[in-house]
């Protein structure tokens, strides 16, 4: 059997800006016993761009090297996680902008009803807060007792 690098394998990701999530899952399988594999002593730079905060810069990291054993085992393992990688990630939640809702990506329908419940919600609350407050006589006011002299 073939021997393969791991800077060879992740320069076969469909994604490379995931390389950094494959060689977190590859250490993991090895760690696991999935496959074997052996730390060499060389570096490798990962293909993904890490961005630097409040700068037009980004910067890239680099990895330990390791060799592993080709087989068909892994290469049902590396088939699963590419396509895992290479699937655009969630960034979360649409937010309802008036271009948003004209491109049709928020259903605005759906939006003003919960915007209807939640205001419903609200005034009842309100409601309810204030009707257990009129049932109440308010506290009289008693003048607090000095504890010191007056000079």
């Known amino acids: 059997m073939p021997y393969l690098k791991l800077s ?5 990701l ?7 999530t494959f060689v977190k899952r590859f250490r993991d399988a090895v760690r696991e016993g999935q496959f074997d594999a052996i730390a060499v002593p060389d570096r490798f730079e990962l293909p993904k761009k890490f961005a630097v905060r409040n ?9 330990r090297e390791m060799i592993f054993e080709a087989s068909p085992e892994f290469d049902a393992w590396f088939d699963e996680i590419n ?11 649409i937010k309802p ?23 419903q919600a609200s005034h009842d609350k309100g ?10 006589k308010a506290a009289s006011k008693v003048p607090a007792k000095r504890t010191s ?3």
């Open 8 to 12: 060879e394998q992740v320069g076969k």
């Open 14 to 20: 469909a994604n490379p800006q995931r390389s950094d």
């Open 55 to 63: 700068s037009e810069e980004t910067r890239t990291k680099s990895m």
């Open 83 to 93: 396509r895992g990688l290479a699937a655009s990630r969630t960034g979360g939640k």
């Open 97 to 119: 902008t008036a271009e948003n809702i004209e491109a049709g990506l928020v259903d605005f329908k759906a939006m003003a009803e919960e915007t209807r419940r939640k205001m």
């Open 127 to 136: 409601q309810k807060l204030g009707s257990s407050r009129a049932g109440t």
């Open 149 to 151: 002299k007056a000079k």
